[in-house]
């Protein structure tokens, strides 16, 4: 839209002979009109009498105003088309993200007990704001009657200076510990890095938890780990449902609910659960 602000004042002076706003004199109006239109009463559409005499007066030729006219329609098509391409590709691109979002808040609502709190786990402020999918996350719990808290926001490392990315077991401790009578946690900073003795170290008394194990979110990357990392997390029972990249194959059977938002989440993710 600030390309069609900026065009406009042109569009309408190319058309009107004025700039928006300013009406043109009488005998400027009248040589627009003889231009245009034509007058079988005037000699010559290209003069005019001088005011009080019966002199004609020469006027400056006029650009061919249609040509400019149609010249400035075809830049207000262009406008329009390249600022809807702008719109829409930013919309497109933040829609699986929703989808993502609202559709982890029907997971977790639905493993949460008779708790209507949610622990989060999130990055920490050297990643920047929330994700799209969190924001996303966060605003359908609230309009489903639940409130949602950060138990942790991890510091997850960073790609430039080498080692791990992801959340490291202290910090998965600790967001287990600060979840207090949450009925679920979830991680938007992927699967924890645990080994085999950390593993063994988390109570099982644990709140449900729920991972999103995905390349990105929304505008910003994700946190995936690895595949194997997750299985093994999901067989030791520490997690209990992870979503992942990856959506149905053309045989895999129709999600249950055919509403827009889990039809584009079905072609974008899947679902892992704990085994029975």
């Not at 004199?25 to 005011?51: C, E, H, K, M």
């Not at 691109?93 to 999130?122: F, Q, R, Y």
């Not at 409130?147 to 790609?159: M, R, V, Y």
Request: contains cysteine; glycine residues 10%; positive net charge.
């Amino acid at each position: 839209m600030i390309l069609l602000s900026h065009l406009r004042p042109l569009i309408l002076r190319a058309h009107f002979g004025a700039a928006p706003g300013v009406r043109p004199s009488p005998a400027a109006a009248s040589a627009v009109t003889q231009t245009r239109f034509g007058n079988s009463n005037v000699a010559d559409a290209s003069t005019f009498l001088r005011p009080g005499t019966g002199a004609p007066r020469q006027r400056r030729a006029s650009p061919n105003l249609g040509a400019v006219s149609k010249c400035a329609l075809l830049l207000l098509v262009a406008a329009v088309f390249l600022d809807s391409c702008g719109q829409n590709t930013s919309k497109t691109a933040l829609k699986p993200s929703v989808a993502l979002g609202s559709v982890l808040a029907e997971e977790a609502i639905n493993l949460a007990g008779k708790s209507n709190k949610v622990a989060i786990i999130s990055h920490d402020a050297s990643w920047g704001p929330a994700s799209p999918v969190e924001a996303a996350f966060t605003a359908e719990l609230k309009k489903r009657g639940f409130s949602s808290f950060i138990a942790k926001a991890a510091t997850l490392g960073d790609p430039m200076h080498g080692g791990e990315v992801g959340l490291h077991p202290a910090d998965f401790a600790e967001a287990l510990q600060n979840a207090g009578d949450a009925g679920v946690v979830v991680s938007f900073a992927g699967p924890p890095l645990l080994t085999a003795n950390d593993a063994a170290k988390v109570a099982p008394t644990h709140p449900p938890i729920l991972i999103v194990a995905t390349a990105g979110m929304g505008d910003q990357p994700g946190f995936p780990g690895s595949l194997g990392r997750v299985e093994q997390l999901l067989d030791a029972r520490i997690i209990q449902l992870a979503i992942v990249d990856g959506g149905m194959g053309p045989d895999a059977p129709a999600p249950k609910k055919t509403d827009v938002t889990h039809e584009l989440f079905a072609r974008n993710y899947s679902i892992l659960h704990q085994p029975q």
